[in-house]
């Protein structure tokens, strides 16, 4: 089950995925310091292995970092594309998806 803090910053994670897909002007770019999961959760003076713990993605994924999520990939295409692209728009709707899979499987524990 994900505490109540955890579900605000999916939810917020989702409603900034969905901006970056639909190309809204008030997007920022798809970096940690731009996610609300990771400004809750991530403790940067912390080993890797001990970082995120209580991010609700690490959590899903027992990864650190959002690794084996889309956001990897998303990330780089938009280095790539030095901004939005149709590709873009795609992994963040892969994004979307997962992160609303996160919630989801979080509120049915």
Not at 15 to 39: F, G, I, K, Q, V
Not at 41 to 47: D, I, K, M, Q, V
Not at 75 to 89: H, Q, T, Y
Request: aromatic content about 10%.
């Amino acid at each position: 089950m994900i505490t109540e803090a955890q579900r605000v910053a999916l939810a917020l994670c989702i409603t900034h995925w969905e901006h970056l897909r639909d190309r809204d002007p008030s997007m920022h770019p798809p970096y940690a310091t731009n996610c609300e999961c990771c400004t809750k959760f991530r403790e940067t003076s912390l080993e890797e292995w001990e970082d995120c713990k209580e991010c609700p993605i690490r959590q899903h994924t027992g990864q650190p970092y959002c690794r084996e999520t889309p956001y990897w990939a998303a990330s780089e295409e938009w280095d790539r594309a030095e901004g939005w692209s149709e590709g873009f728009s795609v992994l963040c709707g892969m994004e979307v998806a997962f992160l609303e899979e996160v919630l989801e499987e979080g509120d049915n524990e």
